[in-house]
């Protein structure tokens, strides 16, 4: 009878436990928002955890087959909590902030990815992510890898005996473009790169008079290669009478990047330093390989 009782007691008990060990073992599930973000994932060995991805999430092609919730500065609670996430990783200033306490008060687990325009800030950013997804040591490995990569580039960017100026015009539909001012990511790449903003009075992006896009006479004008098709292409740019004035539309000095790569400041951030700097200074000597691993 002894062993009966004892039988059915660990019956009950573990009755108990089974279904608390069945929920810890639920395999994660996480929403990325950012397209730096979902790269650092993917690289740390984290991707089958991914259940979605927003909008600037492009690389690598693996992350257009996720669903997708939306343009990072214009999300919704709702389509994110359908998916039951159990990790939501934002990179800063995604929002609305109000999205964001909905969130936090539905008991989903937030974390905020800083995204600081700097090599320092790409550091950090994985080192974020990392600990958030439970793979630190991979992150400090990518850490050091791409510091070494970043401070060899570094290096050579700095024997440069010139330093163009440089205008980043951001297109956002229709009119005008915007100008990149100081504190941003375009500012941030151009620096990197050897280069100097040609336009920094001002924080963030603006919009350029006629006269200040002639007097700022950049040697360069640079854009994304999605922003360069929205304005037209080319000739869509030089139809601006202000832009066809400048000593880089006289020159041919105009320069389209992708998007994610060139402002994303994510794990690839070499290989963009390195492909603007080729083109800023065609005659410096880089090291060939700064692409993350």
């Not at 019956?11 to 608390?20: E, K, M, W």
């Not at 984290?46 to 492009?58: C, E, N, P, Q």
């Not at 401070?151 to 539909?173: D, W």
């Not at 006269?211 to 740019?237: F, H, M, R």
Request: hydrophobic share 50%; no cysteine; charged share 15%.
């Amino acid at each position: 009878m002894m062993h009966i009782r004892v039988l059915i007691a660990l019956v009950f008990t573990l009755s108990l436990i089974a279904p608390a060990s069945a929920r810890a073992e639920e395999p994660e599930r996480i929403v990325a928002i950012g397209g730096a973000v979902t790269e650092i994932v993917y690289l740390l060995g984290g991707g089958g955890a991914l259940a979605a991805v927003d909008s600037t999430s492009l690389y690598p092609a693996a992350a257009r087959a996720l669903p997708d919730v939306g343009y990072m500065r214009q999300l919704a609670a709702e389509p994110i909590l359908a998916l039951h996430p159990s990790l939501v990783l934002a990179v800063q200033d995604s929002g609305p902030p109000a999205v964001l306490d909905q969130l936090r008060a539905a008991g989903v687990r937030l974390v905020v990815v800083p995204d600081p325009p700097s090599i320092d800030g790409v550091l950090q950013k994985i080192a974020v992510v990392a600990e958030a997804i439970g793979r630190r040591d991979e992150g400090e490995r990518l850490r050091a890898t791409l510091a070494s990569q970043l401070r060899t580039l570094s290096a050579a960017v700095a024997e440069a005996a010139e330093r163009p100026s440089v205008l980043f015009l951001l297109s956002i539909g229709r009119g005008a473009p915007l100008a990149a001012g100081r504190e941003t990511a375009a500012d941030g790449i151009i620096a990197l790169a050897g280069g100097r903003n040609a336009v920094d009075g001002f924080v963030g992006y603006k919009p350029l008079s006629a006269e200040a896009t002639v007097a700022a006479a950049p040697d360069v004008i640079l854009l994304t290669a999605q922003g360069l098709e929205a304005l037209g292409g080319e000739a869509g740019l030089l139809q601006l009478p202000d832009i066809a004035q400048t000593p880089a539309a006289r020159n041919g000095r105009i320069f389209a990047f992708d998007g994610l790569l060139l402002l994303g400041f994510g794990p690839r951030t070499g290989t963009a330093i390195r492909q603007l700097a080729e083109r800023l200074h065609p005659s410096l000597h880089l090291p060939a390989d700064t692409a993350a691993p």
